[in-house]
């Protein structure tokens, strides 16, 4: 049986909270509209299975649970150590020479985020450059290149 208004409220709160973000960022994010998502995360409002899926796999959380159909909340999502090591170091390298603390704030939760979103995307972490690159050698792209392009 699906959870009522308010536990599914509850559970889709939860899971935007987690995100850091405001219901508002959240759904501009996503291409949810502000209304909706209020109204279905305040409980005023309960969102279907169609919906419900479509915030689960934007919020990467288990639908079933989401919609109530699970009482166990879905475990937390785990890094292993290098990779969240190289995230961080990534997301640092961003910053720019003589960068002040206001700088920090500003570029390096957003450089985590889109990291971590990669993450999530690939099933790994990818870092910007590839490890066959060694410092002062060119890189080349492997990709297929159309007939009679480039010579």
């Known amino acids: ?24 960022d959240v759904a501009k ?11 279905h995360a305040n409980g005023t409002r309960v969102f279907d299975i169609e919906t419900g899926y479509a ?15 699970r009482g166990d909340e879905p475990e937390a999502l785990t890094l292993p ?3 969240l090591r190289e995230m ?5 390298r961003e910053l720019p020479i003589g960068a ?8 390096v939760p957003e450089a985590l985020r889109e990291r971590l979103e990669q993450y999530l995307a690939v099933g790994g972490f990818r870092g910007s450059e590839p490890s066959s690159i ?15 392009a480039g010579a």
């Open 55 to 69: 915030y689960a796999k934007a919020f990467k959380v288990d639908p079933v649970w989401l919609m109530g159909l």
């Open 1 to 24: 049986m699906l959870a009522d208004k308010d536990e599914r409220a509850r559970r889709l709160r939860s899971v935007i909270a987690k995100t850091g973000m405001s219901i508002t």
């Open 134 to 148: 060694s410092p002062g050698t060119s890189a080349q792209s492997h990709a297929p290149t159309k007939p009679g």
């Open 100 to 107: 002040t603390i206001e700088d920090y704030l500003r570029i």
């Open 81 to 83: 150590a290098e990779d």
């Open 88 to 92: 961080i170091g990534a997301a640092m």
């Open 29 to 39: 994010r996503h291409n949810f509209k502000v209304p909706t998502l209020t109204s």
